[in-house]
Nanobody, 128 residues
């Protein structure tokens, strides 16, 4: 049974940092493209970042480019999202997900329909 578990969310002031973790069981994340998504109240789920199957390619939504960094640790079977310079508009529930396709390109990186395993999410609140 595939299970993804996010952690690391919390309350942070604007300009602060958080590191989200996505741990997996029942699947080796290194064999898949992994994405991070977020969903704020009343809004659709949006793609934030993804890391390719090899780990050699990373992609970011324009809204987080230069502030967020995605990485993976195959030995720990985990993927991370380092979030710096957080803004109030970054507040949301953040999800990691396993892609249906194995890809090195950005195709479908931000499309939640192309992911089939999701974690339960971790809440990120950015407020002073």
């Amino acid at each position: 049974q595939v299970q993804l578990v996010e952690s690391g969310g919390g309350l942070v002031q604007p300009g602060g940092s958080l590191r989200l973790s996505c741990a997996a069981s029942g699947v080796f994340l290194k064999n898949y493209r992994i994405g991070w998504f977020r969903q704020a109240p009343g809004k659709e789920r949006e793609g934030v970042s993804c890391i390719s199957t090899s780990g050699g390619n990373t992609y970011y939504a324009d809204s987080v480019k230069g502030r967020f960094t995605i990485s993976r640790d195959n030995a720990k079977n985990a993927v991370y999202l380092q979030m710096n310079s957080l803004k109030p508009e970054d507040a949301a529930v953040y999800y990691c997900a396993r892609s249906l396709i194995s890809s090195e390109s950005a195709y479908g990186c931000y499309d939640p329909r192309l992911y089939n395993s999701w974690g339960q999410g971790t809440q990120v609140t950015v407020s002073s």
